[in-house]
């Protein structure tokens, strides 16, 4: 009897009880791209794209993409302001993308960043990018792709995955560089849009130095930049290279590769008199996908390709690293060695002045495992 | 009512029991003064009372009742009168004629009543004690009396009213035996002695019902049954002290364990080879006098989810169908809870991909997901009483009409989200893959209070739901056998028929949780691979 | 003791984990970074090795009163009167214990996902829970601890899929806060592996030889340390040194970010299930607490204190309102609780021994 009354008394609570926390889906408003940008008097300009299904009589239809815009001193209070543009509860927990205008991300990001690392509804595993320009700009396009399909938080999400599968970027999300962020002896590096008449495209890598920007990587450059970070074993990526000028016919002078594996060996080294020196040596099985000259066949042939390509390679990688030195932007994280094995050494050190004079340099070495179907 | 033939045996057994509740077996508002001296009136003055006397006490003992009847005949040999008495209603009549009156008239000079009964019919018996004369009318025996007034006869000549053996039509199969019980419990003891010809199958009679006298049959495997859970169920059964027991479900409430719980505690099935094979296991059934029923104890919560298919399919299909089944269960109970949960609580869970088109749907919807999800629930629960109540071929119809029409009707006119029915409709399959009756009911009706629970506290609500009611199930028993056996407590070595189902090569035990007395099935199907 | 209420040593092995791993699981990693920064971890492993000494204590005394619980055997020890005090005192302990447990639990739940539902709901909705499940035998409570154990195995998997991302030279260099932080961070750590003290109770029913029962608190203890530390280690190579400072509830905080195709928001997940766990602890406790109630008022069955032991709690912890408050309570009580449950089996024992060795030697010059 005494559990019969138990449970009486534990269903009426439940129909005492309201329903305080609900959030219902269908009175909710999706932010699925949100952009950040400064302006000119110091405040915050939250864009905020909110798109819907046109509902029609087969179902879902096209998608109608709205954007809002809103104008605070904080993220927060940029946020709050749009809430009340917007005719039902606006909800950031399904967002897509973040995305920093150029001005913005220059300034110290984590002022902006902090709203979604404060809230349990956050959506922390959203990709952030930085635009070039405003990032207003880039969310209240027009896109041939967003118009119909899919809203423009997907479609810069896809884009930026896309670019992400082909090691353009690096992949990170609004988490994953958290906690580089705050490190002191490694920095990050985010995909850097640049929109255009139709379509936005990721042209490369912005690099940053702490909570700023500090510059950006072009092109083949942040493949490159992606293949040094080491992060990924199995890489599908493609860098077509130059590596002859004999030839009259242009296009003969040029090789495509595709790389299969890419082993990554990182080592700091502190001399005796606090000398720091450090070195990453990649070690890359390549396919050649395209050699229009067709003249494979020996071994001796293969491996002057090879040695041709990992001269190429390593002065590129050196450029890299000379760059990221200039840019005093740690991104593949040598101080963070220096913490761990060289912790003394470190205590010492200035690290933001130590950096861009230390002896920084790669090697690349390649190695042709295959070559398509034909010889 | 039907009729049975009793053995000998338990006549003799209950014999003094039966004298008190043989008071109450007149169906007339008789006081019990009258009836008392009636039998205690027969017990003396039998000797020297005459036919007449002892014929009208009889008929005063019915009532008067229209349907006894009294039938007089001479006998041509020695030109004696004999009477013969029996209730109309329940007696077959050309039994009468062929088992009695015939042999009657053939009967030579030399040979009497007394030698009739040893030489010419099995069911001819002379009975002497005439406190038993009603218990023999009731049970449709046509009792014959002489001038010798110390004795009289009886023939057992039932009516036949029984159905023909079909499959029942809520445990169907794919493969395998398609006979199902019917209501005679001797036929249904048959069917089961046909499966398991051994003569350590036991048949012991109980008799509940001050009034309905009811019949019960318990049968067990006397080498592998617990004798403690036996007795334990015989005297709960002897316990039942009521003066109608009309339905197996009355005796199942009375006997089980916990009434306040939505979980049957026995196994109710209507198949001969699904008893046969849990008897095998050591439980023990109950029949039932005039029901098609049989309740099978002591069970536990996976015996529920299996049938007799598992075992004529290949293993790995039994065992692959069983888990399907088990995680119906999750559905059953889960599915719109967790539905109601996450769209109106952590809409954040749902896929990035799939949240616009969630959202679309649901866009226009004017309730809250817990009234759209008990609409269509209740709506379905209608459909389903419905169809039961309606003969099958307008059964199909409301089917038709209710599923299809209602449905797509509903969301046409934006009341309900089509994801709502597509939950709704799952479940509602889900609820039905159970193999048993009333665990299918339990199921579809708890899925109500989780639904509440999501609908006011998202998944905390689940998740202390689920607490409560596996909770719960740890702490039931079916008669003294722990209901979560052999999860909790746990026993590797039963899950092999639990969950899944091993090749029989592996089922060399039983299962552990009801305590057989021969822990170790001998089960050497594959000896010739070993030669 | 009737004897459908006894467990078996098995099934006390899962009582102790299921007790064990409670609240503490998703802010440990914190508490312990803010004392001995990235070698929490090595903390937590010194407090597993601290706690095995009140293991022993507590078997032992158990070993010596057989199939008796510590509210029995404490009068018999320190004498009828100061053990009445000392009884009372060790229940207010649990009570403030199962306190605790509900504050803390209500912090979490409130911080991530009801906002708004007041505290007495969502604390009566755990303490109304626990209440129906303490209201059986031993052995029904065993049963149900066991059967849910398999969540711990999801829960690792969990929390081992932060792994694709992990940057292991966070946790570099190792030993660098020096022994003497260690050492002071396994004092909080020892709080959250508060638990092993529910087999003073939980021994009196447990049948078998005496060595499996040490085996299994023992390894049940051990199994929790390693799992803790699991933890411990992945948020810490998960986060930066610095963030972690401002993260009071890694592991939760971890997931957030995880996603995957058919699910996201996996901390959502986690909680649900971690919400199982705080449900466990509190069930060993409060049934502990109610067996203590039971033997002071001389109940009949500890059946009938258990709602007023819950709704007691329940009440209490919903008193305190802010951040500040739940931390200071929950860390006076943490210290009181290690008192108690780590320190006072010890010194219980000590007595037992001097008194029993003082009987034989007046026993023998009595003879």
Redesign the interface.
Known sequence: MRSVRLISLFSSLLLLTGCWDQAQLNETKLIRAAGFDYLKNGKIRNTASIPQYLNTESGAGPVNNQVFHAIGNTARQSRIKLDRKVSEQVEASKNLIVVLGEDAAKKDIYHILDVFYRDPKSALNARIAVAKGKASDVISAKFKETETTMGIGQYLNESVRSAEKSSIVPSENIQTICPVMFDPGQDFALPYLVPEKNDVSVKGVAVFHGYKMVGTIFGAQGVMFTLLTGKERHLSMSLTKKITNKHKDRIMNFVSIKVKQNKRTFKVDVTPDERISAHIKLDMKVVITEYPRDNLTTQKKIHSIEQALSKTLTKDANAILKELQDMNSDAFGVGRKLIAFHNPTWKKLDWNKEYPNINYTASVNVKVIGHGIIE | MTFFKKPKKLLEQKKTANEAENQGSSPSSQSNLETSSYSEQAAKVNQNQSIDVLLKDIEKSFSSSEDLMTHWVEMPADKSKVALIFLDSIIDKQKLQDLILNPLFELDKDIDLHTFETVINIDFKKQSDFAKIQELLLQSYTLIFTKDTTCYFSVFTPVKTERDIKEPDNEAVIRGSHEGFIESMSTNIALIRKRLKSPKLVVKYLQVGKETHTNVAMLYMSDIANPDVLHEIERRINSIEADSVMTPGNIEESIEDKT?SLFPQTLSTERPDRVAANLMEGRVALLYDSSPTVNLAPVNFFVFYQTPDDYNKRWMLGSFYRLIRLLSFYIAIGLPAFYIA???????????AL???????????PY??LFEALVMELTIELIREAAIRLPTRIGSTIAIVGGLVIGDAVVKAGLISNLMIIVVATTAIAAYTVPSNEMSLAVRLLRF?FM??A??????G???GL??M??HL??LYSFGT?Y?AP????KIGDLKDTIIRLPFLKMNSRPSDIKPIKKDEDNHTRKWEKS | MNSSHTITHRQLFFIITQSQIGVGVLSLPYTLFVKAKTDGWISLLLAGLFIQFSILAIWKLCEMYPKQTIFDFMPKIVGTKLGAVLNFLFVAHLFSVCVVLLILYNSVVSKWIFYQTPRLVVISMLALTCVYCITCTAREIARFLMLVSPLLLVMFIFVGYAYTDVHLLYAFPVGASGIKTILSGSTDALISLLGFDTALVFLAYTQGRSNSKLKAISYASLCVTLFYCFVTFTTYIFFNPVEIVIVPEPVLYMLKAFSFKILERTDLIFLSIWIVFVTTSLISYLFFTAKGVQSIFKLKHHKSAAPYVGIICALIASIPASKLDVQLWSKLIGMSALCCSGIFPIFLLLIAVIRKRKGKGKGAVST
């Open positions: 306040f996450i769209v109106s609580f952590h809409f954040e869970v749902i896929p990035s949240i616009l088109l969630m959202k679309s749907s649901l866009e226009n919807i809250p997901p209070p509440v629970a609908a006011t506290f998202g998944f905390l689940i998740v202390f607490i409560l596996f909770f740890c702490r722990p979560l999860l909790a407590p746990f």
